[in-house]
């Protein structure tokens, strides 16, 4: 089951992560927690600084493992149908797209920790 339907309300906070690589900024990743559904989060922003150098997948790492920590059992994002990087790295890590969420120009994907 997606944890989409069951969210009762639009109640969450807003956290940003950064991440830092040899103290520099390597990039960020913003989270929504739904209030009314602490059980699922969602990624609002996922910026990476340098492409293609393995830091979305250390960020992504990172971020899955602190969901998990948090009690997080679910978490969702979405992402630009023509952006195939990104696409590519989610789904690496499990993503699955949600159909009755997508839009013309967009996907939303979804998965379990």
């Known amino acids: 089951m997606n944890p ?14 950064h991440f830092l690589l040899n103290n520099k900024s390597a990039g960020f990743l913003t989270e929504s927690k739904y209030i009314d559904d602490p059980s699922s989060t969602w990624i609002r922003d996922f910026y990476v600084k340098e492409k293609s150098q393995g830091i979305g ?3 992504m790492q990172e971020f899955l493992e602190k969901a998990s920590e948090d009690g997080h059992i679910q978490v969702g994002l979405g992402v630009d149908k023509k952006n195939f990087p990104a696409i590519k790295l989610y ?21 379990d920790i």
């Open 91 to 111: 789904r690496g890590f499990g993503f699955e797209e949600y159909k009755e969420k997508e839009t013309p120009t967009n996907y939303s994907l979804w998965r």
């Open 4 to 17: 989409f339907m069951n969210v009762k309300g639009i109640n969450y906070k807003i956290h940003n992560l």
């Open 57 to 59: 997948k250390i960020m």
